[in-house]
Structure formats: structure tokens, C-alpha cells
């Protein structure tokens, strides 16, 4: 059974920083391209960064300089560093893993605002 466990998330106030994490099993996950997706209210879920099983990053324009997807294959998890969140980033934020079957953490609610 695959399970993506997402944590991290909560309530920030524009210009902070928050780190998510995404501890995965059942899968082989240094084989597995890992991914960061949001979907914010009345919005269609959006890439935001992938990583692939090489370390090869790809991020949406909308958080290129400001976000950071990194993994440890030791640790079966994937991250994503968040810094300088503005407003605009608020959503739920999906972890996803990609062996060629596509899997998807149950989401957490990230929040940017004074």
C-alpha cells in the first residue's frame, strides 16, 4: 500500500518561510520522480516543483528563486523549502510520487497571510 504523508504546512505571514515534507512508502521511492502540486480555492491543482530520481529540478514560474524541492532517498522524503510566500501561494499543497503510476498524499493546507 503506498502512503504519501505530507507535513509542515500552517499559517505565515507574507515574507516568511515554511518547509513541507512528504515521507513515502510502498514505493521504491529513489526510483520514483517526487512532486510538489497546489490547488487554491475555485483553482485547478497547479504544478509548483518535480524532482526526478537523478536530482532534476523543475518549478513553476510562479515560485522560481523563492521555492526549493530537495529529497533524501535515505529517508524516503521529499521537501519543499518555502521562502518569501506571498498571499498568492495560498492552497493545499499536494505531495505526489511517479514510478509511472501516479500517487497522491492526502494534501495540507498552506496559508499566507497578516
Known amino acids: 500500500q503506498v502512503q504519501l504523508v505530507e507535513s509542515g504546512g500552517g499559517l505565515v505571514q507574507p515574507g516568511g518561510s515554511l518547509r513541507l515534507s512528504c515521507a513515502a512508502s510502498?514505493?521504491?521511492?529513489?526510483?520514483?520522480?517526487m512532486g510538489w502540486y497546489r490547488q487554491a480555492p475555485g483553482k485547478q491543482r497547479e504544478l509548483v516543483a518535480t524532482?526526478?530520481?537523478?536530482?532534476?529540478?523543475r518549478y513553476a514560474d510562479s515560485v522560481k528563486g523563492r521555492f526549493t524541492i530537495s529529497r533524501d532517498n535515505a529517508k524516503n522524503t521529499v521537501y519543499l523549502q518555502m521562502n518569501r510566500l506571498e498571499p498568492e501561494d495560498t492552497a493545499v499543497y499536494y505531495c505526489?510520487?511517479?514510478?509511472?503510476?501516479?500517487?497522491w498524499g492526502q494534501g495540507i493546507q498552506v496559508t499566507v497571510s497578516s
Open positions: 505526489n510520487a511517479d514510478d509511472d503510476r501516479s500517487f
Open positions: 524532482i526526478t530520481r537523478g536530482g532534476s529540478t
Open positions: 510502498g514505493i521504491i521511492f529513489s526510483d520514483s520522480t
